[in-house]
Protein backbone atom coordinates (compact mmCIF):
# COMPACT_ATOMS: atom_id res chain seq x y z
CA UNK A 1 0.00 0.00 0.00
CA UNK A 2 0.98 3.09 -1.18
CA UNK A 3 -0.66 4.71 1.95
CA UNK A 4 -1.80 3.45 5.38
CA UNK A 5 -5.35 3.96 6.01
CA UNK A 6 -6.33 5.59 9.41
CA UNK A 7 -8.49 7.67 11.13
CA UNK A 8 -7.21 10.77 13.49
CA UNK A 9 -9.04 11.90 16.64
CA UNK A 10 -8.34 15.63 16.68
CA UNK A 11 -11.04 16.35 18.96
CA UNK A 12 -9.23 19.64 20.95
CA UNK A 13 -6.40 19.45 18.88
CA UNK A 14 -4.69 22.38 17.00
CA UNK A 15 -4.87 22.21 13.18
CA UNK A 16 -3.74 24.99 10.93
CA UNK A 17 -4.99 25.39 7.35
CA UNK A 18 -3.12 28.12 5.16
CA UNK A 19 -4.58 29.44 2.04
CA UNK A 20 -8.06 31.58 1.41
CA UNK A 21 -10.79 30.61 -1.03
CA UNK A 22 -13.45 27.92 -1.09
CA UNK A 23 -10.92 24.89 -0.70
CA UNK A 24 -9.43 26.70 2.10
CA UNK A 25 -12.85 26.95 3.54
CA UNK A 26 -13.77 23.47 2.99
CA UNK A 27 -10.74 22.01 5.22
CA UNK A 28 -11.53 24.42 7.90
CA UNK A 29 -14.76 23.31 8.02
CA UNK A 30 -13.87 19.22 7.53
CA UNK A 31 -11.59 19.55 10.47
CA UNK A 32 -13.89 21.42 12.33
CA UNK A 33 -16.62 18.97 12.37
CA UNK A 34 -13.98 16.53 13.40
CA UNK A 35 -13.62 18.85 16.41
CA UNK A 36 -10.05 20.44 16.18
CA UNK A 37 -9.13 23.69 16.80
CA UNK A 38 -8.41 25.00 13.59
CA UNK A 39 -6.63 27.79 12.70
CA UNK A 40 -6.51 29.85 9.41
CA UNK A 41 -3.45 31.77 8.22
CA UNK A 42 -3.52 33.73 4.46
CA UNK A 43 -0.64 32.69 2.45
CA UNK A 44 0.42 35.94 2.43
CA UNK A 45 0.93 35.98 6.15
CA UNK A 46 3.09 33.05 7.19
CA UNK A 47 5.94 33.45 8.60
CA UNK A 48 8.66 30.04 9.45
CA UNK A 49 7.48 29.07 12.95
CA UNK A 50 3.81 29.56 12.84
CA UNK A 51 3.75 25.56 12.75
CA UNK A 52 4.75 25.40 15.88
CA UNK A 53 2.88 22.67 18.23
CA UNK A 54 0.08 21.88 15.63
CA UNK A 55 -1.00 18.44 15.30
CA UNK A 56 -1.84 18.47 11.77
CA UNK A 57 -1.45 21.32 8.94
CA UNK A 58 -3.02 21.94 5.37
CA UNK A 59 -1.37 23.99 3.23
CA UNK A 60 -4.05 25.40 0.77
CA UNK A 61 -2.66 28.21 -0.52
CA UNK A 62 -1.57 26.95 -4.01
CA UNK A 63 1.85 29.46 -3.77
CA UNK A 64 4.70 27.19 -4.63
CA UNK A 65 7.26 29.52 -2.44
CA UNK A 66 5.09 29.03 1.02
CA UNK A 67 4.29 24.76 -0.27
CA UNK A 68 7.90 24.32 -0.09
CA UNK A 69 8.57 26.29 3.23
CA UNK A 70 5.18 24.94 4.97
CA UNK A 71 6.94 20.99 4.01
CA UNK A 72 10.04 21.43 5.44
CA UNK A 73 9.05 23.11 8.86
CA UNK A 74 6.65 20.52 9.32
CA UNK A 75 8.90 17.60 8.54
CA UNK A 76 11.09 19.28 10.67
CA UNK A 77 8.88 19.25 13.25
CA UNK A 78 7.06 15.64 13.00
CA UNK A 79 3.81 17.64 11.80
CA UNK A 80 1.12 15.64 9.32
CA UNK A 81 1.09 18.31 6.34
CA UNK A 82 -0.84 18.13 3.13
CA UNK A 83 -0.06 20.65 0.95
CA UNK A 84 -2.65 19.97 -1.21
CA UNK A 85 -2.53 18.94 -5.18
CA UNK A 86 1.06 18.28 -4.76
CA UNK A 87 1.38 14.17 -3.56
CA UNK A 88 5.30 14.39 -3.03
CA UNK A 89 4.33 17.04 0.06
CA UNK A 90 1.86 15.34 1.48
CA UNK A 91 2.20 12.75 5.01
CA UNK A 92 -1.08 12.02 4.78
CA UNK A 93 -3.89 12.67 2.04
CA UNK A 94 -7.73 13.69 2.88
CA UNK A 95 -10.03 10.85 1.64
CA UNK A 96 -13.89 11.41 -0.08
CA UNK A 97 -16.19 10.62 3.37
CA UNK A 98 -19.16 9.06 3.32
CA UNK A 99 -20.29 11.00 6.97
CA UNK A 100 -23.42 8.82 8.41
CA UNK A 101 -22.21 9.28 12.05
CA UNK A 102 -21.01 7.41 13.84
CA UNK A 103 -20.21 5.09 10.60
CA UNK A 104 -17.80 6.90 8.53
CA UNK A 105 -16.79 5.39 5.01
CA UNK A 106 -13.58 6.88 3.33
CA UNK A 107 -12.57 6.56 -0.25
CA UNK A 108 -8.90 7.13 -1.44
CA UNK A 109 -7.03 6.14 -4.41
CA UNK A 110 -3.90 7.32 -3.20
CA UNK A 111 -3.87 10.54 -4.96
CA UNK A 112 -4.17 8.78 -8.50
CA UNK A 113 -7.96 10.13 -9.06
CA UNK A 114 -9.74 12.86 -6.56
CA UNK A 115 -12.48 12.62 -9.28
CA UNK A 116 -12.90 8.53 -9.11
CA UNK A 117 -12.90 8.83 -4.68
CA UNK A 118 -15.54 11.42 -5.41
CA UNK A 119 -17.68 9.48 -7.72
CA UNK A 120 -17.77 6.51 -5.53
CA UNK A 121 -18.49 8.30 -2.61
CA UNK A 122 -22.09 9.95 -4.23
CA UNK A 123 -22.48 5.98 -5.42
CA UNK A 124 -21.82 4.60 -1.70
CA UNK A 125 -24.46 7.26 -0.27
CA UNK A 126 -27.20 6.21 -2.50
CA UNK A 127 -26.09 2.81 -0.98
CA UNK A 128 -25.89 3.85 2.72
CA UNK A 129 -28.58 6.00 3.25
CA UNK A 130 -29.19 7.95 6.35
CA UNK A 131 -30.56 5.47 8.44
CA UNK A 132 -27.54 3.65 8.52
CA UNK A 133 -26.34 6.30 10.88
CA UNK A 134 -28.73 5.38 13.83
CA UNK A 135 -28.36 2.22 13.48
CA UNK A 136 -24.46 1.97 13.43
CA UNK A 137 -25.02 3.93 17.08
CA UNK A 138 -27.53 1.03 17.53
CA UNK A 139 -25.24 -1.99 16.97
CA UNK A 140 -22.66 -0.13 18.87
CA UNK A 141 -24.95 0.42 22.07
CA UNK A 142 -26.35 -3.42 21.64
CA UNK A 143 -22.88 -4.65 21.20
CA UNK A 144 -22.32 -2.99 24.63
CA UNK A 145 -24.99 -4.71 26.43
CA UNK A 146 -23.95 -8.35 25.59
CA UNK A 147 -20.48 -7.79 26.24
CA UNK A 148 -21.72 -6.68 29.98
CA UNK A 149 -23.75 -9.50 29.91
CA UNK A 150 -20.51 -11.61 29.29
CA UNK A 151 -22.50 -12.95 25.77
CA UNK A 152 -19.56 -15.02 24.41
CA UNK A 153 -18.54 -13.53 21.23
CA UNK A 154 -19.52 -16.09 18.55
CA UNK A 155 -23.04 -15.69 20.03
CA UNK A 156 -22.70 -11.68 19.50
CA UNK A 157 -21.78 -11.99 15.68
CA UNK A 158 -24.92 -13.76 15.55
CA UNK A 159 -26.59 -11.23 17.00
CA UNK A 160 -25.28 -8.77 14.87
CA UNK A 161 -25.57 -10.67 11.78
CA UNK A 162 -29.30 -11.21 12.75
CA UNK A 163 -29.53 -7.41 13.29
CA UNK A 164 -28.43 -6.76 9.85
CA UNK A 165 -30.69 -9.03 7.88
CA UNK A 166 -33.62 -7.49 10.19
CA UNK A 167 -35.95 -5.15 9.58
CA UNK A 168 -34.50 -2.41 11.64
CA UNK A 169 -32.59 -0.54 8.69
CA UNK A 170 -35.67 -0.11 6.78
CA UNK A 171 -37.78 0.91 9.78
CA UNK A 172 -35.17 3.66 10.81
CA UNK A 173 -35.85 4.65 6.72
CA UNK A 174 -39.58 4.99 7.54
CA UNK A 175 -38.75 7.11 10.67
CA UNK A 176 -39.91 4.44 12.56
CA UNK A 177 -37.25 4.45 15.28
CA UNK A 178 -39.31 3.64 18.08
CA UNK A 179 -40.56 0.30 16.61
CA UNK A 180 -36.86 -0.26 14.96
CA UNK A 181 -35.13 -0.10 18.94
CA UNK A 182 -38.30 -2.67 19.90
CA UNK A 183 -37.41 -5.05 17.23
CA UNK A 184 -33.55 -4.51 18.47
CA UNK A 185 -34.02 -5.22 21.83
CA UNK A 186 -36.12 -8.45 20.95
CA UNK A 187 -33.05 -9.97 18.82
CA UNK A 188 -30.69 -8.85 21.30
CA UNK A 189 -32.49 -10.76 23.80
CA UNK A 190 -32.92 -13.95 22.19
CA UNK A 191 -30.47 -17.28 22.79
CA UNK A 192 -28.71 -18.63 20.06
CA UNK A 193 -31.66 -21.55 20.17
CA UNK A 194 -34.66 -18.98 20.17
CA UNK A 195 -33.58 -17.20 17.56
CA UNK A 196 -35.81 -18.15 14.39
CA UNK A 197 -33.97 -18.62 11.03
CA UNK A 198 -35.53 -17.57 7.47
CA UNK A 199 -35.81 -18.72 4.21
CA UNK A 200 -35.61 -16.53 1.01
CA UNK A 201 -36.47 -17.96 -2.08
CA UNK A 202 -34.71 -15.82 -4.94
CA UNK A 203 -34.72 -15.21 -8.11
CA UNK A 204 -30.80 -15.39 -9.77
CA UNK A 205 -32.13 -13.99 -13.28
CA UNK A 206 -31.39 -15.11 -16.47
CA UNK A 207 -27.54 -15.25 -16.00
CA UNK A 208 -26.11 -11.78 -15.60
CA UNK A 209 -25.46 -10.98 -11.81
CA UNK A 210 -26.26 -6.74 -13.69
CA UNK A 211 -29.70 -8.18 -13.28
CA UNK A 212 -29.69 -8.88 -9.76
CA UNK A 213 -32.53 -7.18 -8.24
CA UNK A 214 -30.81 -4.96 -5.15
CA UNK A 215 -33.25 -6.90 -2.88
CA UNK A 216 -31.06 -10.52 -4.45
CA UNK A 217 -28.09 -8.93 -3.55
CA UNK A 218 -28.59 -7.56 -0.31
CA UNK A 219 -30.19 -10.98 0.96
CA UNK A 220 -27.24 -12.60 -0.98
CA UNK A 221 -24.59 -10.84 0.96
CA UNK A 222 -26.31 -11.59 4.25
CA UNK A 223 -26.94 -15.37 3.85
CA UNK A 224 -25.76 -18.47 6.10
CA UNK A 225 -26.34 -20.95 3.55
CA UNK A 226 -27.19 -20.60 -0.08
CA UNK A 227 -28.92 -23.25 -1.84
CA UNK A 228 -28.85 -22.57 -5.56
CA UNK A 229 -29.84 -24.39 -8.79
CA UNK A 230 -26.87 -25.71 -11.15
CA UNK A 231 -27.16 -23.49 -14.18
CA UNK A 232 -26.70 -20.04 -11.63
CA UNK A 233 -23.44 -18.32 -12.87
CA UNK A 234 -20.33 -18.66 -11.03
CA UNK A 235 -20.60 -14.37 -11.60
CA UNK A 236 -23.92 -14.53 -9.48
CA UNK A 237 -22.52 -16.58 -6.72
CA UNK A 238 -19.97 -14.31 -6.45
CA UNK A 239 -22.20 -12.05 -4.61
CA UNK A 240 -22.77 -13.77 -1.63
CA UNK A 241 -20.88 -13.03 1.69
CA UNK A 242 -17.83 -14.55 3.07
CA UNK A 243 -19.43 -16.20 5.40
CA UNK A 244 -21.62 -17.77 2.92
CA UNK A 245 -21.82 -21.76 2.97
CA UNK A 246 -22.81 -22.76 -0.87
CA UNK A 247 -24.52 -25.97 -2.34
CA UNK A 248 -24.93 -26.57 -5.27
CA UNK A 249 -28.87 -28.46 -5.62
CA UNK A 250 -29.50 -28.47 -9.31
CA UNK A 251 -31.37 -30.56 -11.10
CA UNK A 252 -30.96 -30.85 -15.07
CA UNK A 253 -31.61 -33.79 -17.43
CA UNK A 254 -29.50 -36.63 -17.92
CA UNK A 255 -27.53 -35.63 -14.62
CA UNK A 256 -27.48 -36.55 -11.01
CA UNK A 257 -30.26 -34.70 -9.28
CA UNK A 258 -31.14 -33.67 -5.55
CA UNK A 259 -34.52 -34.54 -4.84
CA UNK A 260 -37.04 -32.03 -4.47
CA UNK A 261 -38.58 -33.38 -1.25
CA UNK A 262 -34.96 -33.12 0.30
CA UNK A 263 -33.99 -29.91 -1.13
CA UNK A 264 -37.45 -28.83 0.79
CA UNK A 265 -36.29 -30.62 4.09
CA UNK A 266 -33.42 -28.81 4.13
CA UNK A 267 -34.51 -25.51 4.20
CA UNK A 268 -36.47 -26.13 6.84
CA UNK A 269 -34.03 -28.06 9.01
CA UNK A 270 -31.75 -24.90 8.32
CA UNK A 271 -34.22 -21.91 9.15
CA UNK A 272 -34.78 -23.96 12.27
CA UNK A 273 -31.43 -24.15 13.18
CA UNK A 274 -31.94 -20.00 13.73
CA UNK A 275 -29.99 -19.52 9.71
CA UNK A 276 -30.64 -17.35 6.90
CA UNK A 277 -31.02 -19.54 3.99
CA UNK A 278 -31.61 -18.32 0.62
CA UNK A 279 -33.03 -20.62 -1.94
CA UNK A 280 -31.39 -19.00 -5.42
CA UNK A 281 -33.51 -20.05 -8.58
CA UNK A 282 -32.61 -19.05 -12.07
CA UNK A 283 -35.00 -16.79 -13.85
CA UNK A 284 -38.13 -16.20 -11.19
CA UNK A 285 -38.39 -18.73 -8.79
CA UNK A 286 -42.76 -18.52 -9.88
CA UNK A 287 -41.78 -19.43 -13.58
CA UNK A 288 -41.59 -23.03 -13.59
CA UNK A 289 -38.68 -23.07 -10.64
CA UNK A 290 -41.40 -24.78 -8.26
CA UNK A 291 -40.85 -22.04 -5.96
CA UNK A 292 -44.29 -22.46 -5.69
CA UNK A 293 -44.16 -25.31 -4.06
CA UNK A 294 -41.55 -24.80 -1.86
CA UNK A 295 -43.45 -22.05 -0.47
CA UNK A 296 -46.35 -24.11 0.52
CA UNK A 297 -44.04 -26.37 2.18
CA UNK A 298 -42.31 -23.68 4.05
CA UNK A 299 -45.53 -22.08 4.80
CA UNK A 300 -46.97 -25.25 6.49
CA UNK A 301 -43.38 -26.24 8.27
CA UNK A 302 -44.12 -22.62 10.36
CA UNK A 303 -41.06 -20.90 8.41
CA UNK A 304 -40.67 -17.60 8.21
CA UNK A 305 -40.52 -16.87 4.14
CA UNK A 306 -39.54 -13.68 2.44
CA UNK A 307 -39.85 -14.12 -1.95
CA UNK A 308 -37.50 -11.75 -4.11
CA UNK A 309 -38.55 -11.37 -7.86
CA UNK A 310 -36.02 -12.42 -10.73
CA UNK A 311 -36.12 -11.33 -14.15
CA UNK A 312 -37.37 -14.20 -16.00
CA UNK A 313 -35.39 -15.55 -19.02
CA UNK A 314 -38.95 -15.90 -20.78
CA UNK A 315 -38.28 -12.13 -20.96
CA UNK A 316 -34.82 -11.15 -20.69
CA UNK A 317 -34.22 -14.12 -23.36
CA UNK A 318 -35.47 -12.58 -26.30
CA UNK A 319 -35.02 -9.03 -25.17
CA UNK A 320 -30.86 -9.86 -24.84
CA UNK A 321 -31.39 -11.24 -28.69
CA UNK A 322 -33.57 -7.99 -30.14
CA UNK A 323 -36.70 -10.04 -30.36
CA UNK A 324 -39.73 -7.84 -28.96
CA UNK A 325 -42.23 -9.75 -27.44
CA UNK A 326 -44.78 -7.42 -28.82
CA UNK A 327 -44.51 -4.61 -31.23
CA UNK A 328 -47.29 -2.34 -32.86
CA UNK A 329 -49.02 -3.96 -35.82
CA UNK A 330 -46.97 -7.06 -35.30
CA UNK A 331 -47.84 -8.86 -32.08
CA UNK A 332 -50.34 -7.79 -28.92
CA UNK A 333 -50.66 -11.23 -27.24
CA UNK A 334 -47.82 -13.75 -25.98
CA UNK A 335 -47.77 -16.98 -24.25
CA UNK A 336 -44.94 -18.67 -22.02
CA UNK A 337 -44.46 -22.59 -21.40
CA UNK A 338 -42.41 -24.99 -21.42
CA UNK A 339 -41.00 -27.60 -23.33
CA UNK A 340 -40.50 -30.33 -20.57
CA UNK A 341 -42.55 -31.64 -18.46
CA UNK A 342 -42.11 -33.38 -15.18
CA UNK A 343 -41.69 -36.99 -16.80
CA UNK A 344 -39.46 -35.39 -19.31
CA UNK A 345 -41.56 -35.30 -22.12
CA UNK A 346 -43.86 -31.97 -23.68
CA UNK A 347 -47.68 -31.66 -23.91
CA UNK A 348 -47.83 -30.76 -27.07
CA UNK A 349 -51.47 -30.73 -27.17
CA UNK A 350 -51.16 -27.70 -24.74
CA UNK A 351 -48.09 -25.56 -26.38
CA UNK A 352 -50.31 -26.06 -29.85
CA UNK A 353 -53.54 -24.96 -28.60
CA UNK A 354 -51.29 -21.74 -26.87
CA UNK A 355 -49.80 -20.87 -30.15
CA UNK A 356 -52.55 -20.75 -31.75
CA UNK A 357 -54.04 -18.59 -29.00
CA UNK A 358 -50.91 -15.66 -29.22
CA UNK A 359 -48.85 -13.76 -31.57
CA UNK A 360 -45.67 -15.06 -29.79
CA UNK A 361 -45.06 -17.49 -28.19
CA UNK A 362 -41.88 -18.50 -26.36
CA UNK A 363 -41.00 -21.65 -25.06
CA UNK A 364 -38.71 -22.56 -21.81
CA UNK A 365 -36.36 -25.71 -21.79
CA UNK A 366 -37.83 -27.16 -25.77
CA UNK A 367 -34.28 -29.20 -26.27
CA UNK A 368 -35.29 -32.49 -25.01
CA UNK A 369 -38.16 -32.53 -27.15
CA UNK A 370 -37.26 -29.95 -30.05
CA UNK A 371 -38.03 -31.98 -33.24
CA UNK A 372 -41.32 -33.45 -32.13
CA UNK A 373 -42.19 -29.45 -30.60
CA UNK A 374 -41.19 -27.72 -33.27
CA UNK A 375 -42.99 -30.18 -35.63
CA UNK A 376 -46.13 -30.22 -34.13
CA UNK A 377 -45.87 -26.27 -34.25
CA UNK A 378 -45.14 -26.25 -37.49
CA UNK A 379 -48.38 -28.46 -38.52
CA UNK A 380 -50.54 -25.83 -36.26
CA UNK A 381 -49.31 -22.30 -37.24
CA UNK A 382 -46.64 -23.11 -40.36
CA UNK A 383 -43.63 -23.96 -41.57
CA UNK A 384 -43.10 -20.69 -42.34
CA UNK A 385 -43.20 -18.90 -39.22
CA UNK A 386 -40.13 -16.91 -38.21
CA UNK A 387 -38.14 -18.75 -35.39
CA UNK A 388 -35.46 -18.10 -32.91
CA UNK A 389 -33.41 -20.37 -30.13
CA UNK A 390 -31.46 -18.40 -27.53
CA UNK A 391 -28.98 -19.90 -25.71
CA UNK A 392 -27.30 -18.95 -22.55
CA UNK A 393 -28.78 -15.76 -22.44
CA UNK A 394 -27.64 -12.39 -21.22
CA UNK A 395 -23.87 -13.89 -20.58
CA UNK A 396 -20.66 -13.53 -22.31
CA UNK A 397 -21.32 -16.75 -23.66
CA UNK A 398 -25.08 -15.89 -25.24
CA UNK A 399 -25.76 -17.58 -28.75
CA UNK A 400 -28.54 -16.83 -31.44
CA UNK A 401 -29.87 -19.10 -34.51
CA UNK A 402 -32.69 -17.76 -36.26
CA UNK A 403 -34.90 -20.24 -38.78
CA UNK A 404 -38.01 -20.54 -40.42
CA UNK A 405 -40.63 -22.78 -37.32
CA UNK A 406 -39.68 -26.14 -39.95
CA UNK A 407 -36.33 -25.95 -39.90
CA UNK A 408 -35.11 -24.38 -36.74
CA UNK A 409 -34.44 -27.85 -34.93
CA UNK A 410 -32.18 -29.01 -37.38
CA UNK A 411 -30.21 -25.20 -37.46
CA UNK A 412 -30.05 -25.65 -33.23
CA UNK A 413 -28.49 -29.12 -33.39
CA UNK A 414 -25.85 -27.89 -36.09
CA UNK A 415 -24.55 -24.87 -34.24
CA UNK A 416 -24.33 -27.20 -31.30
CA UNK A 417 -26.53 -24.79 -28.59
CA UNK A 418 -26.42 -26.21 -24.96
CA UNK A 419 -28.83 -25.67 -22.14
CA UNK A 420 -30.05 -23.45 -21.27
CA UNK A 421 -31.67 -22.57 -24.39
CA UNK A 422 -35.68 -21.07 -24.88
CA UNK A 423 -37.39 -20.73 -28.28
CA UNK A 424 -39.23 -17.73 -29.37
CA UNK A 425 -41.99 -18.10 -32.43
CA UNK A 426 -44.00 -15.36 -34.25
CA UNK A 427 -42.96 -12.30 -36.49
CA UNK A 428 -41.39 -10.51 -33.74
CA UNK A 429 -38.48 -12.67 -34.36
CA UNK A 430 -37.79 -11.14 -38.00
CA UNK A 431 -39.82 -7.65 -37.36
CA UNK A 432 -36.52 -5.78 -36.77
CA UNK A 433 -33.18 -5.32 -38.50
CA UNK A 434 -30.97 -7.79 -37.04
CA UNK A 435 -27.63 -7.06 -38.62
CA UNK A 436 -27.34 -3.63 -36.68
CA UNK A 437 -29.22 -5.25 -34.18
CA UNK A 438 -27.01 -7.23 -33.21
CA UNK A 439 -24.10 -5.38 -33.19
CA UNK A 440 -25.61 -3.02 -31.19
CA UNK A 441 -27.04 -6.01 -28.40
CA UNK A 442 -23.48 -8.03 -28.57
CA UNK A 443 -21.49 -3.95 -27.81
CA UNK A 444 -23.98 -3.22 -24.96
CA UNK A 445 -23.21 -6.90 -23.41
CA UNK A 446 -19.37 -6.03 -23.22
CA UNK A 447 -19.77 -3.12 -22.14
CA UNK A 448 -22.23 -4.09 -19.12
Known amino acids: MRYYPTFLDL ?3 RCIVLGEG ?7 KDLRDAGAEVEEIGSADYRPGDLAGARLVVDASGDLEVNKATWAEAEAAGILVNVVDVPEKCRFIAPAIVHREPLLVAISTSGES ?22 TALVGAVRRRLRARGVPLHDQLKTYQRLLASDVLS ?34 GPGDPGLLTVAAQEL ?11 LVSPATLACCGPQAKLVDVGKRGGRRQTEQDSITARLIQEARAGREVVRLKGGDPFVFGRGGEELADLVAAGIDVVVVPGVSSVMAGPAAAGIPLTLRDVAATVGFTTGRVADGGADLEAIVRLAEAVDTLVVL ?24 AVAAATTPEQRVVRAKLGGIAAVTRAEGLE ?12 ALPKGRLD ?8 TV
Do not use: C
Not at 114 to 134: K, N, V
Not at 380 to 385: A, E
Open 171 to 204: LYRAGAAEEAERVADLIASQSGSERPGRVALVGA
Open 439 to 446: HLISHLQR
Open 365 to 388: MPLANLDALTAALATSVGPDRPAA
Open 22 to 28: ELAAAKV
Open 220 to 230: LWRADLVLHDA
Open 11 to 13: QGQ
Open 114 to 135: PFLASALRARLERILGAEWGPF
Open 419 to 430: APVLLVVGEVVD
